[in-house]
């Protein structure tokens, strides 16, 4: 599939996915199942896990949605945008949502200032995660997929505005093969 000028291949299915995303909402569920958690869901990526991950948690949630942005196209700035303000955390459980931790600086930089607020825990829910790419220690607590250190789109993911839509998730394909 091309997507601008760059060629893409199907990588995880949307079966597969949905599979995985409710095992991770059947442990969040047991895990949360005293605390009524708060998620933190981070755009633009992560509407399309976050939608349906809390679509298979069956006990009162809350949700709120914060946008931030570290990416310019396919690299990685080092540098996070956007507005962290968010309501009042202290005492509360805080799971955050990601679509992706690759270097792992906007979780870095976001979980400080979660942190500032008090609140009684923080867990992470990321749906892929590039182990290799990983800048920073993180502890993630629930991870859908562990993959390669290579571009990828679909699932909420984009290159430059485009490939949110895509039901599955694409990878590049490297220019050699
Ligand atoms: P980090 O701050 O380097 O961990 O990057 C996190 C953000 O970069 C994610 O929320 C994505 O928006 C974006 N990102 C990282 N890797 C990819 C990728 O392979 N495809 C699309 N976006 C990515």
Do not use: C, W
């Not at 958690?37 to 709120?64: K, M, Q, T, Y």
């Amino acid at each position: 599939m091309q997507i601008h000028d760059k060629t893409f291949s199907i990588y995880i299915n949307s079966k597969t996915i949905k599979y995985r995303i409710k095992d991770l909402g059947r442990e969040i569920e047991e895990d949360y199942r005293t605390r009524k958690p708060l998620f933190i869901s981070i755009l633009n990526g992560s509407f399309v896990f976050a939608a349906d991950l809390l679509r298979e948690i069956n006990i009162p949630v809350e949700i709120f949605f914060i946008k931030l942005s570290s990416y310019d196209g396919m690299v990685s700035t080092g540098e996070v945008k956007g507005d962290m303000e968010i309501g009042n955390l202290e005492g509360r459980h805080i799971i955050v949502i990601e679509d992706i931790v690759d270097t792992g600086t906007t979780l870095h930089h976001f979980l400080k200032k979660i942190k500032e607020q008090n609140p009684k825990s923080v867990a992470i829910a990321t749906l892929l995660h590039k182990p290799e790419a990983l800048k920073h220690k993180l502890s993630l607590k629930y991870v859908g997929f562990n993959i390669p250190d290579k571009f990828v789109v679909g699932y909420g993911l984009d290159i430059d505005g485009e490939g949110r839509n895509l039901k599955d998730i694409y990878q590049l394909k490297s220019e050699v093969e």
